[in-house]
């Protein structure tokens, strides 16, 4: 199935990669073709997104996703979230981005405790870069990317569910934390969370960001990513945050819509506590909400415009962890 | 003193017209100054579906509903239903399906207890049949329909921000009931709701039906049912029942999708047992749930196939009523 994000071809997909996708999916219509003959009588019971398929490198590139975590001072919890993640259903492999420059990775040590469920990655970086995660790595197979920041536990049942989701909404950032910005009458934004007003007329609150440390996005954003104004690296380099606000702005541009869909979690917990690094964390620096509000006004200049919308769609499991989530009194 | 331009006698008359062109031109620039000042900063703030629109009869048929109910033998809940829901933003009209056959409708005295804030049409029914409401009435004006039971009261934040949904999910039914159908190793389905084993493999609950009792759909749908089979007809009417499931059996037929989208609903009241009448609704029959299995049977012969999907996706309004709806331990 190809969602209409796959019809812009000249601002994600090179040709070879135009070719590899027709050849995928011819041989998705021979397999679909085969499967035909072989489809028990009743045939439209499709249960999307909950059949558990063996874990293997050739799981279709649609129905898995990639794993990307970036991680500096901080191995003990990356190691303990690893045997985590790698267990996930549908992951397809995981992409360390190992900003600690100079310091051995774990590569040896992880190889020694093998064999593991899917392949890791260590990508070696030569600058610790907040933008390092948003490399367009060449090993990245999936369309769909899973990002984490390495202090972020999610359950495997939200996961799951946020995938299945995102797989609906495929050009959206589909996540578990959501941020608003606001504008006021002097024109200047403000960047926050539920503790600003709420920006509509109506009740309720509304969110205009999904932060892409715990969420799902299309691989292809990665690619138009690289093509963004020097000014906008030069922003995320000199704040050493905004990456993530910079990559809602990219897709509310590309999509005109809401950039992100939330996805309530049931179980999200940020371990940072538990680490032995003392490290813990950028967004405990004074400056930290300071400086996201400063980068939604810049990139409001580099880009001539707001182009983040709000929304206020919230979505969860239905019947999950059971059927009290959704009882009424009727 | 007279410049060189006063010697020629022919264009007096064009000095006049000109200095009368100049002052007008300059008036103009004044203006055109002025009103750049007063534009706000802030272009590009849209927010979808919350901006509130003066009720007009001119309101656009794209952002705006129609509600129908249709009522037997509980009068005295329909006008203390047609009260609340006279007043809900974005209701264009209200039809009534009256199937109180050979009865006098409460027009007149609807009429003398004016002015309301949006007509009601009564519409006079021959015959007592549960498919009346199903008609392609041509009062219909909205492309959105707001169907309700004559005993059931939705809160206006509810149906607000479920009109706000279905403007996002315009093909699917966007409403408050879920439930499913499951399949058994005989091939025969059965109906019902949470009580029924989950049918996927993962965890959770799905749903594959979103009853037309309490939800808005695409005024198309109602085109669409007038050219079915006439055995969905003949089954609706030998069962006084099950309009609703050959709806859903309808949109997912014509999306290939799950044919409803269930929002979690805040405060959803049934008011059947506040009737004077004594009535308590159909659903208290005996037979009913026996009866919505064998209409999924039923529908299914006619259809030559299950067209119904599964979806275990719950929406509900973020930060309604208020933060602790998606708060977390993060």
Redesign the interface.
Known sequence: RCFHFCKLPGRVMGIRLLRFTSVVIIVLLLVAGALTALLP????????????EPKTQSQSALDSFTLIMQTYNRTDLLLKLLNHYQAIPRLHKVIVVWNNIGEKTPEEMWNSLGPHPVPVVFKVQTVNRMRNRLQNFPDLETKAVLMMDDD?LVSA?DL??AF??WQ?FPEHIVGF??RKHI?TP??VYSYGS?ELQ??????????SMVLIGAAFFHSGYLEDFQRQPEAVYALIDETQNCDDIAMNFLVAKHTGK?SGV?V??VD???LEKDTNSGYSGMWHRAEHLLQRSYCVNKLVNIYD???L?????????????N?A??????
């Open positions: 009588t009743i045939k439209d019971d499709k249960l999307p997104n909950s059949r558990r972020t049942h799951t569910f299945s989701v609906q934390v959501p504008s002097s024109g539920f709420n920006p509509g007329l109506g009740n309720g609150d509304q969110y809401p939330f309530k979690p999200i917990r940020n415009g707001m182009p919308k709000y929304s206020n769609i919230m979505i969860s499991q239905f019947g999950f962890p059927y989530n959704h009882k009424n009194k009727m």
